[in-house]
């Protein structure tokens, strides 16, 4: 059993906490907190500019995390991430952060959703080809999406609203 809920600048800590080894020791993906300084401000870096951050918890621990940036007329997905132990089909803690951050994309209006990950998360790419966003050249990216430096895939979802 797992809940949804939008989190704040409470909750940086245990962001942090959750992504970081996930980035560095799990997937070996060469970023630092000081290269993610979004994490150490999400009002900032992602609520007032018209975006959020939703964190999945079981019993009040938590094990998932899924953000998006506003870029205007397109929504840019960022720090999806879920624990280990917590990954898969069951309990679909992954999907139903997806299903929270497509919800609100369409609430606010957004005309698509852009992602960026890397090589070595073959599991995400797949999760996301299943959702329907389709791969596309770095070429194709909005002029607005925000790229990180270590992203070398990227992917859209037009959205119908």
Known sequence: MFTIKELDNRYCKA???LI?????????VPVTLESQP????IEAAYIRPGGNFWGAFSEDNLVGTIALMDAGHIGAIRK????????GGHPGIAQELL?????????????????????????????????G???????????AFPKMPVDNIFYQLPLKN
């Open 99 to 131: 299903n929270t951050l497509i919800r609100y994309s369409r609430h606010q209006q957004m005309q698509a959703l852009y992602l960026g990950t890397v090589a070595q998360l073959k599991a995400a790419q797949r999760f996301y080809e299943k959702n």
């Open 133 to 143: 966003f389709t791969r596309i050249a770095a070429a194709a990216l909005p002029d």
């Open 15 to 17: 962001i942090t906490e």
């Open 80 to 87: 999806m991430f879920v624990r280990k132990e917590y990954r």
């Open 20 to 28: 970081l080894p996930i980035q560095q020791v799990e997937f070996n």
């Open 38 to 41: 979004d994490l150490l401000d």
